[in-house]
């Protein structure tokens, strides 16, 4: 049997006052390779430091038997010397060797970072959302070298590819409380879609059962008042000795009748209520006139050149995007996508846009903090849907009717990103840009924004190196490398 290195005990790690984590028993175990999901927020990240020993538990045991290897989330590369196995990895990971770190691309950091991790051996691995900023090409290269790992692996992760293919166990973590499902990310998912279905059947046999007994309950109650009134008739009636046995029995009736019914109200008290799965309304988006396009390709590049100081991101490119495609654009780090989608929302040179495209792009807008209006009355003002659709869009983004009144200011990390998503759907626009908007944000939302991209019916030209994400939403894949930018696949 493999050896326990981690054993949590009645842990509770409260931050401003709140549990963040509520831990009644956990272990971890030698070679586990577990994936760590759940929303933003839920304490994910708390949770790998809580095993990692960088946070100590304000309740509770936590017993650590082996050294982990930790990557966080975000920060920046230090420059410490580097060694021949370090080394070794940056060159398996295609880090340029800098000597600043600090000159790192977004990319090339998290590559770096994770090379002082990787190197640095050790029994087991704890790495917060490594895939993050990596292009396919680093994701796959860090893949393969987790699958070649011999230790204990715990990876937080919203990349469902990655997750399918490292890990074996899935922890989810919920409002600080941690469910073990068995198997990869898909097996996870099965599981959570049998739960509701089970869910979904009980709620059906509830609502069966529970209409069954008020049916009874009402006729009995009807017999009740009909033998009430026999019985009040008949006691306004002289009774002859003849017909006493006969009036006895008529009121035994009438008991019975009463036992009967307090007996069918005891069971509606005591039928368990089993609440119906949560489900996500089915979007349609409303036909705004003002932003019809009728050309077929509104975005097209025509002998484009774009360069960046010296580097050449296109020569003399040619492309069209067609109205209400769901544009894809693929590249390996620093390849210029987001230079692209930068000049094309300036109409930069070599461009022909339509006069009639409207962007709208995705951001964290972090500068809507100091605002007190309440989060439906911020919406409504950026806006021309109707206050229905609006409610319904942020229904789809987790918002209850209790939060649409919450002044925007006091939302959450977690609540302002999805307030991000919303704000780029309801913006009086044909065409989205988001560049990247997968990272940051949980797998629950990421499931959200493929549906809201699928029911959009305008363009949509987006960047993002989670496969899973590209393949369920793009109708267009173009390639960005060499100077090129070349269809490389299309839908039908």
């Given at each position: 049997m493999n050896e326990r290195l981690i054993k949590i005990t009645d842990v509770k790690v409260i931050i401003?006052?709140?549990?963040?984590?509520?831990?009644?028993q956990l272990q971890l175990y030698e070679n586990e390779r577990i994936g760590i999901v759940g929303d933003n927020g839920s304490g994910k990240s708390t949770l790998l430091k809580l095993l990692a020993g960088q946070v100590e538990p304000d309740q509770g045991q936590i017993q650590r038997e082996a050294v982990f290897g930790y990557f966080p989330q975000g920060g920046r590369a230090e420059s410490p010397a580097i060694d021949g196995e370090t080394l070794a990895m940056m060159?398996?990971?295609?880090?340029?060797?800098?000597?600043?770190?600090?000159?790192?691309?977004?990319g090339e950091n998290a590559k770096f970072r994770l090379s002082q991790v990787l190197a640095d051996y050790q029994p087991g691995l704890l790495l917060d959302e490594p895939t993050t900023h990596l292009d396919r090409q680093g994701i796959g290269v860090l893949t393969e070298e987790l699958r070649y790992y011999y230790g204990t692996l715990v990876v937080v992760s919203h990349?469902?590819?990655?997750?399918?293919?490292?890990?074996?166990?899935?922890?989810?973590?919920?409002?600080?409380?941690?469910?073990?499902?068995?198997?990869?990310?898909?097996a996870y998912h099965t599981q959570k879609e049998q739960a509701q279905a089970t869910q979904l059947q009980a709620h059906q046999q509830y609502l069966k059962e529970k209409q069954r007994l008020e049916t009874s309950l009402h006729k009995k109650q009807e017999q009740v008042k009909k033998a009430a009134k026999v019985s009040k008739k008949k006691q306004q009636q002289q009774i002859r000795p003849d017909r006493l046995s006969s009036s006895k029995q008529k009121d035994t009736v009438e008991k019975n009748l009463q036992k009967s019914a307090k007996a069918l109200a005891g069971r509606m008290e005591r039928l368990t209520a089993t609440a119906a799965p949560q489900t996500k309304q089915t979007l349609r988006f409303p036909t705004l006139k003002s932003l019809a396009i009728h050309n077929p390709f509104p975005v097209m590049g025509?002998?484009?050149?774009?360069?960046?100081?010296d580097k050449v991101i296109l020569d003399k490119a040619n492309f069209q995007f067609g109205a209400g495609k769901k544009i894809a654009i693929l590249g390996e780090n620093g390849a210029g996508k987001t230079t692209l989608l930068q000049h094309i929302l300036q109409g930069g040179a070599g461009l022909?846009?339509?006069?009639?495209?409207?962007?709208?792009?995705?951001?964290?807008?972090?500068?809507?903090?100091?605002k007190q209006q309440p989060l439906i009355g911020y919406l409504q003002e950026r806006s021309e849907f109707s206050e229905p659709f609006v409610r319904s869009i942020l229904h789809n983004l987790g918002f209850t009717p209790e939060h649409l009144q919450t002044p925007?200011?006091?939302?959450?990390?977690?609540?302002?990103?999805?307030?991000?998503?919303?704000?780029v759907f309801l913006e009086p626009a044909n065409v989205l840009v988001l560049d990247e908007p997968t990272n940051f944000i949980d797998l629950a939302t990421i499931q959200v924004l493929e549906e809201l991209l699928l029911a959009y019916p305008g363009m949509v030209l987006f960047t993002s190196h989670d496969e899973s994400f590209v393949d369920r939403v793009a109708d267009e894949k173009w390639r960005l490398g060499e100077g090129n930018l070349t269809l490389e696949w299309h839908r039908g």
């Open positions: 401003g006052g709140k549990d963040i984590l509520d831990i009644p060159s398996h990971l295609a880090v340029p060797h800098l000597e600043h770190p600090n000159l790192l691309s977004g990349d469902r590819q990655f997750l399918n293919q490292v890990a074996e166990t899935i922890w989810e973590v919920v409002e600080g409380k941690i469910t073990v499902y068995k198997g990869n990310y898909d025509m002998d484009l050149h774009l360069s960046v100081g022909q846009i339509s006069p009639k495209v409207r962007f709208a792009v995705y951001g964290q807008l972090d500068y809507v903090l100091d925007v200011q006091q939302l959450s990390g977690g609540q302002r990103t999805r307030l991000a998503l919303a704000t």
